[in-house]
């Protein structure tokens, strides 16, 4: 019986363990300054702000039943009801991450690391819009990235039927990523407590045969990115 009770523990110590894994760190609340009616989130620290639409107050109703654009702090995501969907969309990506920053929207996540990832770009964007395509057999990305580019990368998940783009910024000697993300519906939704969301496409993100609708969703997140990198 003891040895029965003992192996228990030992599962829920690993869920909890792996739960926490997917980040190192968790900024505070403090840090970060949220103007609702502009989606203007600003870092207090350093005084670098982001901004990813022009229209907060109109987007879909969220997870916390609200309608408008909703905030939250990386140091609330344990009582945040789209936790688990943050966490399985963190474990999508092919590095950990020092740090989450905050969510945004519940599709867009702001990431920090400490120093660059080892991870190919497939684009590079700069602040007039150009878009490179760093795959081909002209262009090469460069050994660092610059603060004047955005180095993006394309991630596609067939088995949770999503969609992310990975945008990297260098801001002074910081490194950011903001990771976009399109969810489609899928069965794991109900997992994740996300299943009552509303807005997810009903086609499948990850289907190559679906990049027509994919299209306009990353020209949107360019534009953001380009913002940002124009502002900083």
Partial sequence: MMARYKYLFLLLLLGALSSCSAVRGLSTGDRWQYDAPTGRITDNLSQVYWHFTDQPKIEQNTSDGSYGA???AADSLPEYKGKRFVESVLYDLPFRPDSLCFVYRDDVLLIEMLKPVKLQPDYATYADSVTINLHGEVYRAEP?????IVWR??????KHHRLLCLDRFRIGNRYFGVVYVLQSRCRQLKQWQ?????????????DMRNMQMTAGYLQHWRDCSVEILRKH
């Fill in 144 to 148: 660092q990235q610059r603060a004047d």
């Fill in 70 to 72: 909703h905030f939250v």
């Fill in 194 to 206: 996300a299943d009552d969301w509303w807005g997810l496409p009903v086609w499948d993100a990850s």
């Fill in 153 to 158: 990368n394309i991630l596609v998940s067939q």
